[in-house]
């Protein structure tokens, strides 16, 4: 199989990160990864949702959705005007991720929110919401700590997220959309600084993959991640 835009198998798309994006909140990033662009801000709110009160503990809440023109070919309603089972389970996705970052009684009463709002799909994209929303989430702590609402900034463990698809023999790294729809399986990884596994969410189309091809992709995932995180580490 030949990539289209001629990157060796393991190699990733360019990534771009354009911080600061929007003013006036405590953390934004326009997060670029190949064509897949993500705008990504937090937000915080001082109270926590009613299921975690007698924890003594923050929370973190990930909201995604697709533009109404990300696509490029037909209009995408907007999806906080409606629930579906895609974006639900990417919010998911992301926010337990993220809550693997820190100890969250370390934000006790404090609820930090990270929107994902995907301008532009071309593959990849919680991968990338992911990504960007390590960053904002990073900013808020920071944002935290300057008006004194906690003392200091909390150990954060950085992780970092990939999307590796198997197409008989080849693994390839990071999907664009044309290649997502063509490979036997794809596998998203989530990882830490650290080597820890996050999450791995993984499916075979039709045609199921071996356990040595699948165990190979993982490790791959989980070298490319420490590639992302150094960058994100550097905003």
């Known amino acids: 199989m030949i990539r289209r835009?001629?990157?060796a198998f393991d190699e990733m798309r360019k990534i771009t990160i354009?911080?600061?994006?929007v003013s006036n909140i405590p953390g934004s990033v326009l997060f670029e990864q190949g064509r897949t662009r993500i705008l990504c801000s937090s937000t915080i709110e001082y109270k926590v949702p009613h299921f975690i009160k007698e924890e003594k503990k923050g929370w973190i809440n990930a909201e995604y959705a697709m533009m109404p023109g990300s696509t490029g070919k037909r209009r995408?309603?907007?999806?906080?005007q409606r629930t579906n089972g895609r974006n639900i389970e990417i919010q998911r996705f992301i926010s337990r991720a993220l809550r693997n970052t820190f100890k969250l009684k370390l934000i006790e009463g404090i609820m930090i929110h990270i929107d994902c709002?995907?301008?532009?799909?071309?593959g990849g994209t919680r991968c990338a919401s992911l990504n960007g929303g390590m960053i904002v989430l990073?900013?808020?702590l920071e944002h935290l700590v300057f008006e004194n609402?906690?003392?200091n900034l909390p150990e954060i463990e950085y992780i970092g997220a990939i999307s590796i698809g198997v197409k008989g023999d080849e693994i390839l790294t990071d999907l664009t959309y044309e290649e997502d729809s063509k490979v036997d399986a794809d596998i998203n990884i989530i990882s830490s600084e650290k080597g820890h596994i996050i999450e791995i969410s993984a499916f075979a189309e039709e045609n199921p993959i071996?356990?040595?091809?699948?165990?190979?992709?993982i490790n791959i995932g989980i070298e490319k991640n420490l590639e992302i995180i150094k960058k994100l580490k550097e905003y």
């Open 138 to 140: 990073k900013k808020a």
């Open 76 to 80: 995408v309603p907007r999806e906080r």
């Open 149 to 151: 609402k906690i003392k």
């Open 117 to 122: 709002d995907v301008v532009q799909a071309d």
């Open 18 to 21: 354009s911080p600061n994006f």
């Open 5 to 7: 835009d001629k990157r």
């Open 210 to 217: 071996s356990r040595e091809l699948f165990d190979k992709a």
